[in-house]
């Protein structure tokens, strides 16, 4: 069926019990209040529900309103007018209790509430409740109309009340849709008529600590659009079953980015569309995935995942009326070569899909726990791609795949730090650019710069470099306990004399590859061991010409050159010097 007409300078009102119900056949209201903001209006809603068990349900087919004010404001006395306004006890929207006049319904269709400005009192109990187990859709009138999670009542933009979707007592939106989807503009000229629906261009603002139950979708993906994450922000299920049947995915797709200062407690989100992602709160997320066109900058309290998530988190896609028909998921990290940056302040950081950031700096930190690609080691993927890389840990981290970095820098301060790249690699200093979203919406930005290798723990503190291709260089030094490098055609400069290695073992596969390694201190030629190399001995190059230097530096006061392993240069020159101590030799030296 189809409701229209008028009553008062309501455009619709359903009320008094009235019952608009069907089986399969969807239901569209369009309502229009009239008479602008004059002081002898006491009302001009675009459509109204009141009274006790009103109800407007269905079992399977789709519920629309689209409501525009009729313009009347509390400025010419009495109170604001809304686009869709309810006030009474035990309405229904969708699904019904045995106790409604429609007698009990149980609705899978789509719900759409459409409207620049919208309330329902919900002040005790009995309130409207809108139910069902298909898609629910939060959209305005208009396209530039900004969304504001916070305290219903204004008019001057789309308000969502904070405690709408919490699943309590006073919740109006009860859990169990499929997804909720804010944002978007759609109007409708009659209940016939094919709705109009149009990209958003505003603003949402989470401006009070809210909670949704249903996997949730922001979409501000207009020109311009944009959200902004102000207060804290929870979506997960209200079970008290295990966290698993909790876990909700968040989706947040913009034109203009999106910022967050408050905290996201979420188990999945989903980052999509252009602009930066400035999401800074102590978030507490389990899996992350983007796919956008701007610099991402996420903190996380917890232990995180760079993973593949969908807009429902299920193992697969499926279906999905506002996505398309299926749901469509986000695999790892790619950020259009901009800057991605990723820092945990608890737990490990789990590279489960690639973090693709090509030309760009990429920053990976966790001082509580490691970075750790997943796969076997030498995989295809998981993978980082990218100009620079930072990783800062506090427990061995290991990036064993075929890696695509040009410079690195690391500090891992209890453990060791193994890295594998598929091209020429130079340590050195990458600039992280410290981006962090402020309570107001806005973003500071500051630089930090992360110099060389370290990773000096006794017990630990081996690094362990691959190359399948390329030369091995640096600008920056290299502190570590141990070193151990396999290069499969390049040569190796560690030249710097400010390097601080304790031990070496190095294998350099190209023919005439040259290693050359100089040390403050003294430099150890021994064993290695590490998940990337194995363990291996020694100096081997393919009649390369190897250098090692120990004290080298003009500061230098002390430091041995100690020969525990081989060094074997085929028929390539080996130059051997310490220029504060001795050169003594444990093992047979080829040369």
């Not at 791609?385 to 970095?405: C, H």
């Not at 070193?483 to 004399?497: D, F, H, P, V, Y």
Request: hydrophobic share 35%; aromatic share 4%.
């Amino acid at each position: 069926p189809a409701v229209t007409g008028a009553s008062r300078y309501d455009g619709v009102v359903i009320s008094s019990a009235a019952l608009i119900q069907s089986g399969s056949g969807n239901i569209t209201t369009v309502g229009k209040g009239s008479g602008g903001d004059q002081s002898y209006l006491v009302e001009n809603h675009g459509i109204k529900l009141e009274n006790a068990k009103t109800s407007i349900v269905s079992t399977s087919g789709n519920i629309s309103f689209y409501g525009s004010s009729g313009g009347k404001t509390s400025d010419t006395g009495c109170a604001n007018s809304f686009g869709i306004y309810s006030a009474g006890d035990s309405i229904y929207i969708g699904s019904a209790p045995t106790t409604a006049v429609s007698g009990g319904v149980t609705a899978s269709g789509i719900v759409t509430l459409a409207a620049d400005s919208m309330q329902f009192i919900n002040s005790s109990n009995l309130h409207l409740n809108v139910a069902s187990s298909g898609e629910l859709r939060v959209h305005t009138e208009t396209a530039g109309r900004n969304i504001t999670f916070g305290t219903p009542g204004g008019v001057d933009k789309l308000y969502l009340g904070s405690n709408w979707f919490n699943g309590a007592s006073t919740s109006v939106f009860q859990p169990g849709f499929t997804d909720i989807v804010f944002g978007h503009a759609a109007s409708a000229a009659s209940a016939t008529a094919t709705p109009v629906v149009s990209a958003s261009t505003g603003t949402l603002t989470v401006a009070s600590a809210t909670t949704l139950r249903d996997h949730a979708i922001l979409e501000m993906d207009g020109t311009g659009g944009n959200v902004k994450v102000n207060a804290a922000l929870t979506v997960k299920g209200n079970s008290s079953a295990p966290s698993a049947d909790n876990a909700r995915t968040l989706t947040v797709h913009t034109q203009a980015g999106a910022t967050g200062a408050g905290t996201l407690d979420v188990n999945s989100v989903q980052l999509l569309g252009s602009g930066d992602k400035v999401l800074t709160g102590a978030n507490l997320v389990s899996k992350l995935a983007a796919s956008i066109d701007g610099h991402l900058a996420f903190n996380n309290a917890q232990a995180l995942a760079v993973d593949t998530v969908n807009a429902r988190d299920t193992a697969s896609a499926g279906p999905n009326g506002w996505l398309g028909s299926t749901t469509p998921s986000t695999v790892g990290i790619n950020t259009t070569g901009h800057d991605a940056s990723l820092a945990l302040s608890a737990g490990d950081l789990a590279i489960n899909n690639s973090i693709t950031a090509t030309g760009a700096t990429v920053s990976l930190t966790t001082p509580a726990g490691k970075v750790q690609e997943a796969g076997a080691t030498g995989a295809a993927t998981p993978v980082i791609t990218a100009d620079k890389l930072y990783v800062g840990a506090r427990d061995s981290s290991l990036l064993n795949n075929n890696n695509v970095v040009a410079t690195l820098a690391a500090s891992v301060t209890a453990g060791n730090l193994e890295f594998r790249d598929t091209r020429g690699l130079d340590v050195g200093r990458v600039t992280v650019t410290n981006r962090v979203a402020q309570s107001d919406g806005s973003v500071t930005a500051t630089t930090t710069n992360r110099d060389g290798i370290s990773a000096t723990q006794a017990s630990t503190g081996n690094v362990a470099l691959q190359l399948t291709a390329g030369n091995l260089t640096q600008s920056q030094d290299i502190a570590a306990t141990g070193l151990q490098l396999n290069l499969a055609s390049g040569s190796a400069t560690l030249s710097r004399t400010t390097n601080d290695i304790g031990t070496l073992s190095a294998t350099l596969g190209g023919s005439g590859s040259n290693l050359n390694v100089a040390d403050r201190n003294g430099l150890t030629v021994g064993t290695r061991s590490s998940t990337l190399l194995g363990s291996t001995s020694g100096v081997i190059t393919n009649n390369g010409n190897v250098t090692l230097a120990a004290s080298a530096d003009g500061a230098s006061t002390t430091g041995n050159l100690q020969l525990d392993q081989f060094v074997n240069a085929g028929t390539a020159v080996v130059d051997l010097a310490s220029s504060k101590g001795a050169i003594t030799e444990n093992a047979a030296v080829p040369a």
